[in-house]
């Protein structure tokens, strides 16, 4: 099967799906790579490299597009791609379909068969290529975080890092899986002290064996908006798989924070938890509302391309792999039924019909 690798052209993606070394691979398992030019570039990836790999270039994006079977990418089409997909063929990437019903309506006008990373879904229930990204997710929000805490970025000027002598940061963490996880353990490895609210009683068990900083505690309303009201940092990280995620905080609870804290939803991509949540860009990071400043960029791991590229690509490789050996075939891989969102026109995916 033909595989294509378009370029991303979201505001500030960096990233690429495949690296050079997973092209490779593909080739050497007989299949055909396309990969526009300068795809790799802001993530370190020459176009030499993908040639060296035994990919054949493509000088525009359209190229990609008409001649692909199976189109890689990491970001769900934009507007001005959309109009390039053809019937039948197979888009795999990251959608968040649950908060685009707009890009729901166009994959199925489309006829497209559009598999998403984020529900694609191990026998044991995980989400493998989900997971890198929220890792380096909460990561970033952390780092983020602790510079629109200072003055000069809109915060209200209090340090992330531990400092004998001063108070710590209060840092509130809604969500106990991997990016939220991610989020509390640098927050707590810098100094914060830091609570998680979790639903999950297996999951906080492990998280209060995380590190001497972080509490976990119950998902309560409540002690939830307790919390929050006294909190400098809050970090929405709340998954539902494929579906929107809930909405969490109210407003009133984000009015009843001090005035300068910080808020970053890295769930924005499923709609976001928190009533006063809309999605930001790279190059519009933050508003402030209520008082209290906002960062729900929705690609967020795209800043740093590089280390993100690798991660993704590492546990793409595979699944790219079994679609372009299964061919006509591919509906009868085993982790198709989950990662299937539309197809012939039709959505496919539970969660996204409630």
């Excluded at 004998?164 to 939220?180: C, I, K, S």
């Excluded at 391309?305 to 079994?322: D, I, M």
């Excluded at 372009?324 to 982790?335: I, R, S, Y």
Aim: net charge neutral.
């Amino acid at each position: 099967m033909k595989i294509g690798v378009p370029g991303e052209i979201k505001n500030q993606e960096g990233r690429v799906a495949l690296t050079p070394a997973a092209v490779a691979a593909l080739v050497q398992s007989g299949q055909q790579v396309l990969i526009q030019q300068g795809a790799g570039v802001r993530a370190g990836f020459a176009d030499q490299h993908y040639q060296e790999a035994g990919a054949q270039l493509c000088t525009t994006p359209q190229q990609v597009y008409d001649e692909a079977e199976v189109l890689v990418k990491v970001k769900e089409p934009q507007a001005s791609e959309v109009g390039w997909l053809r019937p039948g063929q197979l888009l795999f990437c990251y959608l968040h379909l649950a908060a685009a019903a707009d890009l729901t309506s166009q994959l199925q006008e489309r006829r497209v068969s559009a598999l998403a990373f984020e529900t694609v879904s191990a026998p044991d229930g995980k989400l493998p290529l989900l997971a890198p990204m929220s890792r380096i997710a909460g990561a970033l929000a952390i780092q983020l975080a602790s510079v629109y805490l200072t003055a000069v970025q809109g915060g209200k000027g209090c340090l992330m890092a531990a400092i004998p002598g001063l108070p710590r940061t209060q840092v509130v963490v809604l969500g106990g899986g991997v990016a939220g996880t991610q989020a509390a353990l640098l927050a707590a490895q810098m100094g914060a002290q830091v609570k998680v609210f979790e639903q999950r009683p297996e999951v906080c068990e492990r998280l209060g064996q995380l590190h001497p900083g972080v509490t976990p505690l119950p998902a309560v309303a409540g002690p939830m908006g307790e919390a929050i009201a006294s909190a400098d940092l809050l970090v929405g990280a709340v998954l539902v798989p494929g579906a929107k995620a809930p909405k969490l905080v109210p407003r009133s609870w984000v009015a009843a924070m001090p005035k300068g804290s910080v808020i970053v939803d890295i769930s924005v991509d499923q709609g976001g938890c928190i009533e006063t949540i809309h999605a930001t860009t790279h190059t519009e990071p933050t508003y402030v509302e209520e008082g209290v400043v906002h960062c729900a960029i929705t690609n967020l791991p795209g800043i740093v391309p590089h280390s993100a590229t690798q991660a993704l690509s590492s546990v793409l490789l595979s699944y790219v792999q079994q679609l372009a050996q299964a061919g006509t075939q591919w509906q009868q891989l085993p982790w198709v039924q989950s990662a299937l969102n539309v197809h012939q026109g039709k959505v496919q995916l539970a969660a996204l019909t409630r």
